[in-house]
């Protein structure tokens, strides 16, 4: 991805599909009576529930884009804290296996 896309690129908390809050907000302040300020109320509620729900839509996946994105140096750490920790254990094929992992993983990221 080109500099000039990532500054195309919305922030992580942008996006069009949030409801404007300060809109609802107004019409809680502006509302007359019990019946249009219970209204009102359930409005801000019902967008601020939805801005809840679609942020941690975003943040989910982006863990688990990140996840998978790592997963290769992810299981070279998980394989190079086995070493440390049953090294003593294995078989010297074992040991150099898993060092090749290591090596081969420790910094690859998938895309």
């Given amino acids: 991805m080109s500099e000039e896309e990532k500054n195309?690129?919305?922030?992580f908390y942008e996006s069009k599909h949030y409801f404007d809050?300060?809109?609802?907000?107004?019409d809680v302040s502006k509302a007359d009576?019990?019946?249009d300020t219970a209204g009102a109320v359930a409005k801000l509620a019902g967008k601020?529930?939805?801005?809840a729900g679609?942020?941690?839509?975003?943040?989910?996946?982006?863990?688990?884009?990140?996840?998978?994105?790592?997963?290769p140096s992810i299981a070279a750490r998980m394989a190079?804290?086995?070493l440390?920790?049953?090294?003593?254990?294995?078989?010297?094929e074992q040991r150099q296996k898993t060092e090749?992992?290591?090596?081969?993983?420790?910094d690859k990221k998938l895309f």
Avoid at 21 to 26: D, Q, R
Avoid at 48 to 51: A, I, K, P, Q, R
């Fill in 33 to 35: 009576g019990v019946k």
């Fill in 21 to 26: 809050l300060s809109e609802a907000s107004n």
């Fill in 54 to 71: 679609l942020l941690a839509g975003k943040t989910s996946f982006f863990v688990a884009k990140e996840t998978i994105r790592n997963a």
């Fill in 8 to 11: 195309d690129e919305p922030s």
């Fill in 80 to 82: 190079e804290q086995n």
């Fill in 100 to 106: 090749a992992l290591v090596k081969e993983n420790k």
């Fill in 48 to 51: 601020t529930l939805f801005n």
């Fill in 84 to 92: 440390k920790q049953n090294g003593h254990k294995m078989t010297d």
